[in-house]
């Protein structure tokens, strides 16, 4: 099926096809030669002065306004937009003005690329502009681009807003609506400002396998894919955690890692397939210190995307500033529902959960108990940075053994706006206690749990080599770049996430292009 060109893809098609009959390349290979952005010039052009006297730029012409021989028109790159000032005489050489009337005029539309020669001057009403001397077509666009109007009424139309055309023609997005590319500038100010507090901590960043042969690290269903010349199942990375603990056997202090994860569950406003964790794992230090270490790094975060520790998301204002609520698990129960869980056992949990209202399946061993509890009753409530501590040994297969209670394990998660943000252990480095935790995950995996860890006999056997003391943390970047940016939805933080296949007339003209 033949997709339907609207008209003014046809009449874009007919222009560029005019432009060649020119002899103007709508599409040259040539450097062009820009040598400013229209941020800088409009940021920095001092009229007394006269500065930017030779400048040359390039974007996409987004807006026109034809008056006779003399015109003005609007450009923008990538830095923001500058107005420009066209005069037929000047950009036109001798008596061909076909560069003017004939291009710029008619052949030339809204998004095209062009680059522009001149220098800069305020016009009567003190703007910044740009004189035009050469005009440079770059790129045809054969698309007209949407035009967001808004009337005397303030109503706005044409706006390019539906979440589902903006989530897959984000190219689109960022070109008309504005606010969207500052959300990624601050993802990329969150990583720059994470990375230079570890490698300033004196720790390395690593790269491990997406590819695993054993999907290890977390709890969470994975993908599976097929190796052909190894004739092997392989499954995509849920976790890092088990190979970066394999180089702190190995001899390194501290190593991180930016890593792109990947687990088949449901889809929703927080969850994405894809999405990215930094983790990080530091020998000879424990969770009391990854605590401190790790509200540090926020509190730096906080401060390089805003300057300041305060961040409003919705109605409400977190403070980043440390040091941050502490409190353990089984006191945040008691507090919330009045239940005391300390030495209950799986029975006495699943009663608890039936007075509570809360539903359980037989698959659910005593961890997954005390975390629908938690879940259900008590994690809502954590609005501003709060530490939940102190996990039951069940919920916590990897983690180290709390020193002064067996049942409990060294763990921490970061609770921000009723959301875990990050999760942290005393890592276990007994290799002995660490195969027993993995066949208590084996067991759950027989009663039915498709979330429960693998055995993962590499890593047992690393740890048989002898790990030092360590402490890890893993933060979900996109959850933090959200709350940095005041977004709900991971969607608004991903520049591609994950969609459902198109159905319908939608579909058949994608395929159709």
């Known amino acids: 099926m033949a997709h339907q060109l609207s008209e003014q893809e046809i009449q874009r098609r007919e222009d560029l096809q005019q432009l060649r009959e020119l002899g103007i390349d709508p599409y040259p290979a040539a450097l062009y030669p820009v040598n400013a952005k229209a941020?800088?010039?409009?940021?920095?052009?001092?009229?007394?002065?006269?500065?930017?006297?030779?400048?040359?730029?390039?974007?996409?012409?987004?807006?026109?306004?034809?008056?006779?021989?003399?015109?003005?028109?609007?450009?923008?790159?990538?830095?923001?937009?500058?107005?420009?000032?066209?005069?037929?005489?000047?950009?036109?050489?001798?008596?061909?003005?076909?560069?003017?009337?004939?291009?710029?005029?008619?052949?030339?539309?809204?998004?095209?690329?062009?680059?522009?020669?001149?220098?800069?001057?305020?016009?009567?009403?003190?703007?910044?502009?740009?004189?035009?001397?050469?005009?440079?077509?770059?790129?045809?666009?054969?698309?007209?681009?949407p035009i967001v109007k808004t009337d005397a009424d303030g109503n706005v139309h044409d706006a390019f807003n539906d979440p589902e055309q903006r989530y897959r023609q984000r190219y689109v997005d960022l070109l008309v609506n504005k606010g969207v590319k500052d959300v990624f500038i601050k993802r990329n100010k969150v990583i720059?400002?994470?990375?230079?507090?570890?490698?300033?901590?004196?720790?390395?960043?690593?790269?491990?396998?997406?590819?695993?042969?054993?999907?290890?690290?977390?709890a969470a269903r994975p993908f599976i894919t097929?190796?052909?010349?190894?004739?092997?199942?392989?499954?995509?990375?849920?976790?890092?955690?088990?190979?970066?603990?394999?180089?702190?056997?190995?001899?390194?202090?501290?190593?991180?890692?930016?890593?792109?994860?990947?687990?088949?569950?449901?889809?929703?406003?927080?969850?994405?397939?894809?999405?990215?964790v930094m983790e990080i794992y530091v020998a000879y230090k424990d969770y009391n210190w990854m605590m401190d270490f790790t509200e540090e790094m926020i509190e730096r975060v906080?401060?390089?995307?805003?300057?300041?520790?305060?961040?409003?998301?919705?109605?409400?204002?977190?403070?980043?500033?440390?040091?941050?609520?502490?409190?353990?698990?089984?006191?945040?129960?008691?507090?919330?529902?009045?239940?005391?869980?300390?030495?209950?056992?799986?029975?006495?949990?699943?009663?608890?959960?039936?007075?509570l209202g809360i539903s359980v399946d037989k698959s659910m061993g005593r961890g997954k108990l005390i975390d629908e509890i938690f879940s259900e009753k008590c994690e809502h409530h954590y609005i501003q940075p709060t530490f939940i501590t102190d996990y039951p040994k069940e919920m916590s297969p990897l983690c180290k053994m709390h020193r002064n209670d067996e049942t409990l394990t060294e763990r921490f998660e970061l609770m921000v706006n009723g959301n875990e943000l990050a999760n942290a252990y005393s890592e276990l480095n007994d290799p002995i206690d660490q195969r027993e935790r993995f066949e208590e995950q084996l067991k759950l995996m027989e009663r039915g749990d498709d979330e429960a860890m693998f055995i993962d006999q590499d890593f047992l056997r690393a740890l048989e080599y002898g790990m030092p003391p360590t402490s890890g943390m893993g933060i979900g970047l996109d959850r933090l770049v959200m709350l940095m940016t005041n977004n709900t939805s991971i969607q608004e933080v991903l520049f591609f996430p994950q969609m459902r296949p198109q159905i319908g007339k939608a579909k058949q003209e994608e395929t159709a292009e």
């Open 39 to 145: 941020k800088q010039v409009v940021d920095e052009y001092n009229d007394d002065e006269k500065n930017f006297s030779e400048v040359c730029l390039a974007g996409r012409l987004m807006s026109r306004r034809i008056m006779g021989k003399a015109s003005f028109a609007e450009l923008m790159d990538s830095s923001g937009r500058i107005q420009c000032y066209f005069n037929r005489d000047e950009i036109c050489e001798g008596e061909d003005k076909t560069l003017y009337n004939t291009v710029f005029k008619k052949l030339l539309g809204i998004g095209d690329f062009i680059g522009i020669k001149g220098y800069a001057f305020k016009t009567q009403t003190g703007q910044t502009s740009i004189h035009v001397k050469e005009l440079t077509v770059l790129a045809k666009s054969l698309k007209p681009l």
């Open 302 to 355: 906080a401060l390089a995307v805003h300057g300041t520790t305060e961040v409003k998301f919705g109605d409400k204002t977190l403070s980043f500033q440390r040091p941050f609520k502490r409190i353990s698990m089984t006191d945040s129960i008691k507090e919330h529902t009045g239940v005391d869980i300390s030495g209950m056992d799986e029975d006495g949990l699943r009663n608890a959960c039936k007075q």
């Open 192 to 218: 720059s400002a994470m990375r230079q507090f570890f490698d300033e901590s004196g720790y390395m960043e690593v790269e491990t396998p997406v590819l695993q042969p054993i999907p290890g690290g977390a």
């Open 226 to 276: 097929h190796h052909n010349a190894l004739d092997i199942p392989l499954y995509m990375r849920i976790a890092n955690e088990l190979y970066l603990k394999r180089l702190i056997v190995g001899g390194f202090d501290g190593v991180y890692e930016f890593s792109r994860n990947f687990r088949n569950e449901g889809m929703d406003r927080t969850h994405n397939p894809e999405f990215t």
